[in-house]
């Protein structure tokens, strides 16, 4: 049944995705490019359809309503509402034909809203931990640490997504990962299933050269699941080996901000991270697979780790 429930999934996302990419094309929905980007194809970039995500949402809604539960309404609640932030800031980016949305202070202030009811949730229910073997007694460690690391996945995930390929095949190794990271019951099984052919008829369009892009709404969204994952099955720090590149380029934008503002001088050519290197000459394919490359390695090394405790 997982077999065919992954077919139907993954097909249906292809088919979703076909039909999206030639209604924003026919309704010219594209955002603007940022004027302080790396300036590479932007011309064929600012061209593409740029709110693909948008069918993550009604994948995520199909997923919910087949194996309706209280612990399916709560994992979905998460990237399905993280995903609808996204939404917003995306849609205001297209009304106001502007490569500035969402104001950046409202959508964290959104983001921490959701993240922090969503975490007391888990927290009542019982779910949450650190790692197992590792006491917190009351959660007191545990509810603060899931409440940032989930608002920050969500917002890292969104950071990564720059290069065609990047966020989506990143995700589909972090749900590798996953398997060894979480316990694989009926419940995750059927989860992981349902966000890896999702995302990998996405893929199939968001490759070199995209086809169109997940924008905001499906970074959020691809955020918020892998969070969700980690912290629902009482591992919030499985999130530090699956989402290893992500946290890798969140830093490197922090690094970047923070020497810039306070040392006035910058450490990469430009942030986050897969920029400095197309602005070292390397082509924009190299950078992705090196990226997914050393986001497998790095998160079965640390993973490895993890379990060991």
């Known amino acids: 049944m997982k077999f065919y429930t992954g077919l139907i999934f993954f097909a249906l996302s292809i088919i979703l995705q076909f039909i999206w990419i030639k209604y924003q094309r026919r309704k010219h929905l594209m955002n603007q490019q940022k004027w302080y980007g790396v300036n590479i194809d932007t011309e064929i970039k600012a061209a593409t359809p740029s709110m693909g995500g948008v069918v993550f ?81 009351g959660g007191w460690l545990a509810i603060p640490l899931a409440f940032l690391m989930t608002a920050g996945t969500i917002n890292a995930v969104n950071i990564t997504d720059g290069l065609d390929g990047l966020a989506a095949g990143s995700f589909l190794i972090s749900l590798a ?27 199939f369009f968001n490759t ?62 430009m942030a986050p991270l897969h920029h400095h290197f197309q602005k070292k000459g390397l082509d924009e394919t190299a950078v992705t697979l090196r990226f997914w490359l050393v986001h497998a390695v790095g998160a079965v090394m640390i993973g490895l780790l993890l379990l060991s405790v």
């Not at 922090?116 to 007694?137: E, K, R, S």
């Not at 990962?177 to 316990?183: E, S, Y």
């Not at 995209?210 to 912290?231: E, R």
């Not at 591992?235 to 080996?241: G, H, K, N, Q, V």
């Open 57 to 137: 949402l009604c994948m995520g809604f199909l997923a919910l309503i087949l194996n309706f539960s209280l612990n399916s309404l709560i994992f979905w609640s998460l990237p399905v509402l993280s995903g609808l932030i996204g939404f917003v800031d995306d849609w205001l980016k297209f009304t106001s034909h502007t490569s500035e949305g969402f104001k950046s202070l409202s959508k964290l202030k959104c983001q921490l809203l959701l993240c922090g009811v969503w975490v007391l949730a888990i927290f009542f229910m019982g779910n949450l931990g650190l790692w197992p073997g590792i006491y917190d007694a």
């Open 177 to 203: 990962v996953m398997l060894i990271l979480i316990p694989v019951n009926e419940f995750n099984s059927q989860i992981l299933i349902e966000l890896f052919f999702m995302t990998s008829g996405f893929l």
């Open 208 to 269: 070199r050269p995209a086809k169109t892009f997940m924008g905001d709404t499906g970074s959020h969204f691809l955020g918020g699941a892998l969070a969700a994952l980690c912290v629902m099955n009482g591992r919030t720090l499985a999130i530090i080996p699956a989402g290893f590149i992500f946290i890798v380029e969140m830093l490197s934008s922090a690094i970047q901000i923070f020497t810039i503002r306070k040392l006035n001088k910058r450490i990469f050519l």
